[in-house]
């Protein structure tokens, strides 16, 4: 059952890692998730820990100030395997005499089983195992819940064999929105009751802020569910070997996956070895192993060989995760200089048939001294929420950032100045009073019009503005490197690369430390194997990673130093490693290369372990993004017409995949509001577009020129980027629609009917 007691309380600083909660092995190391002010209370970055101070080795080997190769554009070394299609993902991955799994789901969205009856499809063509994921008796929560799973010998048979399996239910009440789930006379569906309370929230005096208060708004805003789209679906490749399995799979954590594996399979973690070479999105929806990797594994157990399941983009949408919904009644004064007085909210939001939204993040980033809020997470029968980019943050940031701009408008203040003035106390993680007054001016933003541009036709447009802010910090992961005497370098760790570029900045870091080329180095990772690593989550990989990759080298690097430095003549301590030769650090010509300095390992091979320190990464990040719109009031239809994302992430270890982050996730953003939704029938609680049809995602024609300014930090070290540059941009693109059209537009999604139904209503007499 969901775990929702175990939220932190609020205003203790972290938006609650949904699904992260009672998860084997899921979460990614505590400092890395978001840490955001809840409630506004605290400006960015004093809520959080203070930063461990930097170890020893740290402050010997501290990042370069003079880089080689860190901060430059280094393309991905394994981009030419990826074009070529060498790049092996899971689903590409054979085993001899494989066979396919596929599960058997519900089509209800609540019931009992009554009967499971496996007899048709073991009798079927090729069927080699197939057995009950759930028992006779047992209720099916929603829509793609597991039931069944059978193997066979082709996909085809598979499928065959799946469409055999006979399933009695007897349907259950269901809820397929909120509104339901939330009315009093509604049955009880979820044991513990329909709707969990989060933990309420009163600092200050609420009133008296509202007296002081020259304009009040009392409005409704709301965030809709998504699902995470990875192109690459779920899935896994299990091979046994006696008792020992080795399950390829396509997850965000390959050691939070073999301890799911472990856990779900009733063996110890040593027995299961998990590999994740490529990996096509994950987005927070493969943490840890999901059901469909147990199934799997199961299935290759009971038949003996091995098995590849691979869900289709029905069971993605339906069952992977989703991110949850997010609303709320807010009631927020400000004084007629645009100073912010109270903010009263009572939110909810759903996750499905488990725990939502958590207490979110609300207000977002800015502070309103007086504050009551009250929170519940709504339970309805749809597959279960998992952490999606940045969990709460999106959500957060809308609802607050719309509002931004609607008390902006009642001050008549320009809602940039109106920011500057309500932002948090500067400090390095948080730069907005910096960010916004720059980016207004390279954005053109003095030619921004009131709300609602007057200019004769159909076609309207708009300037919007939004903030955010995440963690992002590291801890942990541990990493081996070899150098061998012909001078190879092998950099080992168990991180993987969910697509970041992660392969390519851990041999990065090691050939700059190394004072190599990038091609001299050979990163492995993706792989249990190797040492211990966290799950690609909360913007941790490479504030986790670059550290143990530095500080491994540079420790390697010192051993090779011991070897070399007799046959020099001097001692270890004096030399460096630059450009491929070692060498006296004061006389460059008294040296060796590369190669002859590792030819005085002869026989031997130097292996050294070592681990993530304090003092080479740091925590949170802050950023703006700006974007104008044009909007057909005669359609409703919204185009994105050019993008300004500023982002600050510590140290730029390679620039291009740093930018490459910012840029997936601006669009990930610009999805959420203008595409993206999971839409259920209200009567039959199924989901009317589980697939890549009628579930829109932007396509290339759809996404307009991005312009990413990079704030350098390296004095922070390495802070997480995958995540913060995903949250803002929502609700900047719906505050550039409210001023394009004049209308208010408080929920997402922006799809044209709502667009136009705003439109009316503002017509009409308009709601502010
Ligand atoms: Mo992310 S939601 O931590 O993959």
Avoid at 70 to 83: A, C, H, N, Q, Y
Avoid at 482 to 490: C, E, K, N, Q, S
Avoid at 609 to 615: L, P
């Amino acid at each position: 059952m969901p775990n929702f007691d175990q939220q932190p309380p609020a205003g203790g600083g972290a938006p609650t890692p949904q699904g992260r909660g009672g998860a084997p092995g899921g979460a990614p190391p505590a400092g890395g998730r978001g840490a955001a002010p809840a409630g506004g209370a605290a400006p960015q970055g004093r809520g959080a820990a203070p930063p461990a101070p930097p170890s020893a080795l740290a402050l010997k080997y501290p990042w370069p100030a003079k880089p080689v190769l860190l901060g430059t554009r280094v393309k991905r070394i394994d981009g030419p395997d990826k074009v070529t299609g060498r790049a092996k993902y899971t689903h590409d991955i054979n085993r001899p005499g494989m066979l396919y799994g596929r599960i058997i789901r519900s089509p209800l969205p609540h019931a009992r089983i009554v009967s499971i009856d496996l007899s048709a499809a073991l009798k079927a063509p090729g069927v080699k195992a197939a057995y009950n994921v759930k028992e006779p008796g047992a209720q099916v929560m929603y829509q793609g819940d597991t039931v069944a799973a059978v193997a066979a010998d082709t996909e085809e048979r598979t499928k065959d064999a799946a469409r055999l399996v006979k399933v009695e239910y007897e349907a259950l009440p269901h809820f397929a929105n909120e509104e339901q789930a939330m009315d009093p006379d509604a049955p009880v569906v979820f044991m513990g009751g329909n709707t969990r309370p989060g933990t309420a929230q009163d600092v200050g005096d609420i009133e008296a802020g509202f007296k002081q208060s020259a304009h009040i708004i009392e409005a409704t805003y709301y965030t809709h569910v998504i699902t995470h789209v990875c192109l690459e679906s779920h899935s896994i490749v299990a091979e046994w070997e006696g008792d020992k399995l080795t399950a390829w799979c396509s997850t965000q954590g390959v050691f939070p996956s073999q301890q799911g594996l472990a856990m779900g399979l009733g063996i110890p973690a040593a027995n299961v070895r998990v590999i994740t070479q490529y990996m096509g999105g994950g987005f927070g929806s493969k943490l840890q192993a999901g059901a469909e990797a147990v199934i799997g594994a199961k299935l290759s157990q009971m038949a003996k060989l091995p098995v590849k399941l691979t869900l289709d983009r029905k069971e993605e949408h339906l069952d992977t995760g989703n991110r949850p919904s997010a609303g709320a009644k807010v009631k927020a004064g400000v004084t007629a200089d645009g100073t912010l007085t109270s903010y009263q909210a009572d939110s909810w939001g759903t996750g499905g048939a488990g725990q939502g939204v958590g207490n979110l993040p609300i207000p977002y980033i800015y502070t309103f001294p007086n504050r009551k809020r009250t929170h519940k997470d709504v339970y309805i029968n749809s597959g279960t929420q998992r952490p999606m980019r940045a969990p709460g943050h999106p959500q957060a940031c809308f609802l607050t950032e719309v509002l931004m701009d609607e008390l902006a408008d009642r001050v008549k203040m320009d809602p940039v100045e109106f920011r500057i003035k309500n932002a948090p106390v500067q400090v390095p993680s948080a730069m907005y009073r910096t960010y916004l007054p720059e980016g207004a001016k390279l954005f053109g933003w003095d030619k921004r019009h009131a709300t609602g541009d007057p200019t004769p036709g159909p076609i309207k447009t708009g300037f919007g503005v939004s903030v955010h802010t995440w963690g992002g910090g590291g801890s942990g992961t541990q990493a081996h490197c070899d150098i061998m005497a012909d001078g190879t370098v092998v950099m080992k760790c168990g991180t993987q690369d969910i697509g970041t570029g992660t392969r390519t900045i851990v041999a990065l870091v090691t050939a700059e430390t190394l004072g190599l080329p990038i091609t001299a180095v050979r990163a492995e990772i993706g792989d249990t194997n190797y040492p211990r690593s966290g799950g690609s989550g909360g913007s941790t990989t490479a504030p986790s990673a670059m550290p143990a990759i530095r500080l491994t080298a540079a420790k390697a690097l010192e051993a090779l130093f011991v070897k070399v430095a007799p046959t020099l003549g001097v001692s270890a301590d004096t030399l460096v490693a630059t450009n491929g030769r070692i060498h006296v650090k004061d006389d460059p010509t008294k040296g060796v290369t590369w190669k002859d300095a590792c030819k005085t390992l002869g026989a031997d091979t130097i292996s050294v372990d070592h681990m993530w320190e304090a003092g080479l990464s740091s925590v949170n990040s802050s950023g703006a993004q700006f974007t104008e719109v044009a909007v057909d009031i005669e359609t409703g239809i919204v185009k994105v017409k050019r993008i300004l994302a500023i982002q600050d992430c510590g140290l730029v270890v390679d620039r291009l995949t740093c930018e490459s982050q910012i840029y997936g996730g601006v669009i990930s953003s610009m999805n959420f509001a203008l595409y993206e939704d999971r839409i259920l029938d209200r009567v039959t609680g199924q989901m009317v577009n589980p697939n890549m049809e009628m579930y829109l995602l932007a396509g290339m024609s759809d996404i307009p020129k991005i312009d990413i300014i990079l704030k350098d930090m390296p004095e922070r070290g390495v802070v997480g980027v995958g995540e913060p540059p995903t949250v803002s941009l929502s609700a900047a693109i719906a505050n550039a629609v409210r001023n394009a059209t004049g209308a208010a537009i408080r929920s997402l999604p922006l799809h044209p009917h709502k667009i136009l139904a705003a439109i009316e209503q503002q017509k009409a007499g308009g709601t502010l």
